[in-house]
């Protein structure tokens, strides 16, 4: 059973960069689109983007300018960071996967909705 | 980005009454070429990630329990729960991943 489990800190200074892991268990990451998703509280929530295990990568064009996504396929990992961050940034942060039943057959590709969560990280952004 | 909107904010159902969430999008999720709609549903309790309940608009996810149903097509869809259970108590958010990015309703709260 396919399990995420993500690390980082959960304190990130204004304009530093926040930079989170997720770890997959259970499975190969080499297969299905990785994302991640994040949630300001009491708010809703919004996709960050997405990396392949090929390192190819989509992110939300509001975030684009401070996203970077990387995958280590060897440690069965996958990684976040967010730079420039500000106030606006402070949210439960996940990591997700879209796995076998958003595959699209007609489309040849995996759709991006989530069937596995990570347990998510809180993350402050304060002096 | 294609707008969710979901209503109401908030509804509290009585044990074992039905409870009916509605999603509307700012623009068709439904692919004419294969007749799918790109709709997605999620469960969130306080804490907890979201947990998928139904891909493609009606497909239920193994293990989501049957009085959790979808319906709808083209920009309005509907999530329905037969009979209220204490469980259900949650969060219910609607997706959409016809386009990137994908985007997510507002949320719909539902009490006992």
């Known amino acids: 059973q396919v399990q995420l489990q993500q690390s980082g800190p959960g304190l990130v200074k204004p304009s530093e960069t926040l930079s989170l892991t997720c770890s997959v268990s259970g499975g190969s990451i080499s297969t299905y689109y990785w994302s991640w998703i994040r949630q300001p509280p009491g708010k809703g929530l919004e996709w960050i983007g997405h990396i392949y295990y090929t390192g190819s990568t989509n992110y939300n064009p509001s975030l684009k300018s401070r996203v970077t996504m990387s995958v280590d396929t060897p440690k069965n990992q996958f990684f976040l960071k967010l730079s420039s961050v500000t106030a606006a940034d402070t949210a439960v942060y996940y990591c997700?996967?879209?796995?076998?039943?958003?595959?699209?057959?007609?489309?040849?590709?995996?759709?991006?909705?989530?069937?596995?969560w990570g347990q998510g990280t809180m993350v402050t952004v304060s002096s | 980005d294609i707008v969710m909107t979901q209503s109401p904010d908030s509804l509290a159902v009585s044990l074992g009454e039905r409870a009916t969430i509605n999603c509307k999008s700012s623009q068709s999720v439904l692919y004419s070429s294969n007749d799918k709609n790109y709709l997605a549903w999620y469960q969130q309790k306080p804490g907890r990630p979201p947990k998928v309940l139904i891909y493609w608009a009606s497909d239920r996810e193994s293990g989501v329990p049957d009085r959790f149903s979808g319906s709808g097509s083209g920009t309005d869809f509907t999530l329905t729960i037969s009979s209220l259970q204490a469980e259900d108590v949650a969060v219910y958010y609607c997706?959409?991943?016809?386009?990137?990015?994908?985007?997510f309703g507002q949320g719909t709260k539902v009490e006992i």
């Open positions: 997706q959409q991943y016809y386009s990137t990015p994908p985007t």
């Open positions: 997700a996967r879209s796995g076998d039943r958003t595959y699209d057959l007609w489309a040849g590709y995996y759709r991006l909705a989530f069937d596995i």
